[in-house]
């Protein structure tokens, strides 16, 4: 029995809804597998750049944390030097009075190192004299705080002075070089016979 031109086209356009759908059908298949491989990518990506951000954030801190070692070393070496050049300031002071009670003076921001830097000094000095010292900071009447730091060392009575600051060595320093300067400045004198 043969087909009419209606059966045909109907026949025809069956298969074409059949081809259709499964073309559909293949193409959902295809985006849900590029989705899904993208997804994966993705994340494969954002994890790879995550520890990345981590490893250059760890790197970061350690560099940070061995600069602030560095820096700590740094200040704690500072400190323990200006305590030993306090140290070693005090006990040329004791040396000069050899009395058996000391006062110092020194700037208000210098007392922690200048106590500690006392307590370090007498049993040095002791050892070295075979004296008692009773040393005494006043912390009535400090240093001025212009001056660049150094101690003022008293007997009990207070009338005599040794001063191992900064300024004090400065002008001992100009006295002595004051010869040379003058004669730097305006000659020799013939008629001088002291150079002090």
């Known amino acids: ?9 109907k026949q025809i356009k069956h298969m074409m809804a059949f081809i259709e759908q499964e073309a559909n059908e293949k193409a959902e298949e295809i985006d849900a597998k590029a989705e899904e491989e993208f ?5 494969r990506l954002v994890q790879t750049q995550r520890l990345k951000i981590m490893e250059y954030y760890e790197k970061k801190e350690k560099q940070i944390e061995q600069q602030k070692k560095i820096q700590m070393s740094n200040l704690m070496n500072q400190a323990r030097l200006k305590v030993l050049k306090a140290r070693d300031d005090l006990i040329a002071g ?17 007392l922690p190192m200048v106590k500690s830097a006392v307590q370090k000094s007498i049993p040095i000095y ?9 040393v005494h900071i ?7 705080e ?24 400065l002008d001992l320093v100009a006295q002595q070089m ?19």
Do not use: H, W
Request: proline share 3%; hydrophobic share 35%.
């Open 39 to 43: 997804n994966i990518e993705k994340g």
């Open 94 to 110: 004791f040396y000069q009075l050899l009395e058996p009670r000391l006062v110092v003076r020194c700037r208000k921001r210098d």
């Open 1 to 9: 029995m043969a087909l009419s031109d209606a059966d045909v086209q």
């Open 126 to 134: 002791k050892n070295a004299t075979k004296r008692d010292v009773d």
């Open 178 to 196: 004051m010869p040379e300067i003058r004669v730097a400045l305006f000659g020799a004198n013939a008629n001088r016979k002291f150079l002090d």
């Open 146 to 169: 212009e001056i660049a730091g150094g101690v003022e060392i008293y007997n009990s009575d207070g009338k005599i002075k040794v001063s191992n600051t900064l300024e004090s060595r």
């Open 138 to 144: 006043d912390q009535d009447n400090f240093l001025p």
